[in-house]
Structure formats: C-alpha cells, structure tokens
Nanobody
Framework: QVRLVESGGGLVQPGGSLRLSCAAY????????IGWFRQVPGKEREGVVC????????YYADSVKGRFTFSRDNVKNTVYLQMNNLTPEDAGDYYC?????????????????????WGKGTQVTVSS
C-alpha cells in the first residue's frame, strides 16, 4: 500500500523560504512519477513540479521556475520541494502525488490530474 506523508508547511513572510518533504512508503522512487500539486480555494489545482523517476526528467510550472527546486533522497525514499522567494500567490495546500506510470508525466503535471497516489497535504501560508 502506497502512503505519501508530507511535512514542512507553515507560515512564512513574502520573500521567505520553506522546504516541503514527502516520505514515500510502499513507492519506489526509481520508478513512476512523483511530484507536487497545490490547491488554493477558488482556484484550479496546479501541478507545481513532477519528476519522472526513471530518467530524472523534471517539469516545473512556469509560475515557480527559478524559485522552486525538486530533489530526491533515494536512501530516505523522500522527496523535497525547496521553495524560495515565496509570494502570497504561492499560498495553498500542497499535495505530494505519485503514480506508477511516468510516460505522460508532463501532461499529468500540466493538467494536475492522473496521479493515483496522494498525500493528505500540507498548508503553506505566505503573509506578512
């Protein structure tokens, strides 16, 4: 049984940084796809970043390029999302998501759909 457990959300001032973690249980980070979606009430869900595990290809949403960085620790079976220069527009619930198939990972991320496995989410608040 796959279980994704997020941590690291919280309150940060604009311009600040946070690092989100996602511990993956029952999911091998050498296969499939894993990434982060975010949801703001009243807005469409957004695929923030997705990584195709077999080849390491990574998709970033335009809104976070240059500010967010995805990384992976295969020993800990954990992925991270380093978020820098945060703005109020980055606030929301961040979900770690994964799927066993990675062939369409970029499309899945662009439309923020198609992932079979979801964590419960961690909330990010950006406010002064």
């Amino acid at each position: 049984q796959v279980r994704l457990v997020e941590s690291g959300g919280g309150l940060v001032q604009p311009g600040g940084s946070l690092r989100l973690s996602c511990a993956a249980y029952g999911f091998n980070l050498r296969y499939g796809v894993i990434g982060w979606f975010r949801q703001v009430p009243g807005k469409e869900r957004e695929g923030v970043v997705c990584r195709s595990n077999p080849d390491g290809s990574t998709y970033y949403a335009d809104s976070v390029k240059g500010r967010f960085t995805f990384s992976r620790d295969n020993v800990k079976n954990t992925v991270y999302l380093q978020m820098n220069n945060l703005t109020p527009e980055d606030a929301g619930d961040y979900y770690c998501v994964a799927d066993d198939l990675s062939e369409e990972f970029q499309t899945m991320c662009e439309v923020a759909e198609g992932m079979d496995y979801w964590g419960k989410g961690t909330q990010v608040t950006v406010s002064s």
